[in-house]
């Protein structure tokens, strides 16, 4: 996959280090050409010197063919201003956007744009917005047999109650993380978009879960 990475800070280095290591093509954008340096002279990507939400910049780093596109300069306006023009300009499916102000994060959220607030960010959590895939393990019991995951969920199952998804994938939702907050579900509580899932289940059960879970709802029921 081609992921675009707006600023070259210690973070959106980071970032463009991993994502190359795991075999993707990385371009990285960046207002200042001495910020490439933090990638290193390793770094075999393209660095396209220019501001990440001009259109014609976007183009030069491969953004029309780009997988996944992540936000994570200084700014906060700079960063969901370029997270839209990728989503909304260049119908990139996977973008995600660093924030300082979690009090914007509901703005953003609301405009489809998955968001990482600064005091929690990770390069780990940001490569889960860009290639949401399977279920990260957070804890297992000393036998092995239970563990808790962050499981990717499919956009199907936003607007569903959490009980229903519970019911239909046999495991048990033991909190979500929205805007950046852990809440505990009840009975009533409803996904929304960008809310991160967190279940107890068997480690006999990933495989089954993850598809359950990436399938969406039973249709009718």
Not at 74 to 98: C, K, L, Q
Not at 120 to 144: F, V, Y
Not at 210 to 216: I, L, N, P, Q, V
């Amino acid at each position: 996959m081609h992921i675009v990475i707006m600023g070259c800070g210690r973070v959106g280095a980071a970032l463009a280090q991993t994502l190359e290591r795991q075999g993707h093509t990385v371009a990285v954008v960046d207002q200042e050409p001495m910020a490439f340096r933090r990638l290193g002279a390793g770094f075999s990507g393209r660095r396209v010197t220019g501001v990440g939400f001009d259109q014609d910049t976007l183009r030069e780093a491969g953004i029309e063919e780009a997988g996944a596109f992540a936000a994570v300069s200084s700014g906060d306006n700079s960063n969901i201003i370029a997270a839209r023009v990728a989503r909304e300009m260049f119908g990139v499916e996977n973008v995600a956007a660093r924030i300082y102000d979690p009090r914007r994060a509901e703005v953003y959220q609301r405009l489809g744009i998955p968001t990482v607030a600064t005091v929690r960010w990770t390069a780990d959590q940001m490569l889960r917005r860009l290639l949401p895939s399977g279920a990260e393990t957070l804890w297992r019991d000393p036998s092995g047999d239970v563990q808790l995951a962050e499981v990717h969920t499919s956009p199907a199952w936003v607007g569903h109650k959490v009980s229903r998804l519970q019911e239909e994938t046999g495991v048990r939702v033991a909190f979500l993380t929205r805007l950046g907050e852990a809440i505990l579900p009840t009975s009533q509580t409803v996904l929304q978009e960008g809310d991160l899932v967190h279940v107890m289940m068997r480690t006999n059960e990933v495989e089954s879960v993850e598809a359950a879970f990436a399938k969406g709802p039973e249709a009718g029921s």
